[in-house]
């Protein structure tokens, strides 16, 4: 899970550079591009956690 995690992580890093490249030149489609990415790796994050709530013991 540490691995997706960290590819989470670094695709919301590369989504941050993308999208304010894209406000920096004007370019709508890559400031898209990088909000999309953005999104990817929260999702990826939210994978992983989800991963490791499923594999800890119950508390019941």
């Known amino acids: 899970m540490a691995d997706l995690r960290a ?3 670094t695709n919301k890093a590369k ?3 993308e ?3 894209g406000k920096l030149t004007g370019d ?4 898209a591009k990088g909000k ?3 999104v990817q790796g929260s999702a ?3 994978v992983a956690d989800i991963q490791d709530a499923a594999r ?3 508390n019941r």
């Not at 709508?28 to 400031?31: A, I, L, N």
């Open 28 to 31: 709508r489609h890559e400031e």
């Open 15 to 17: 989504g941050q550079v």
């Open 7 to 9: 590819k989470g992580a």
């Open 19 to 21: 999208e304010g490249l």
């Open 56 to 58: 800890r013991p119950s």
């Open 36 to 38: 999309v990415k953005q």
């Open 44 to 46: 990826q994050q939210s």
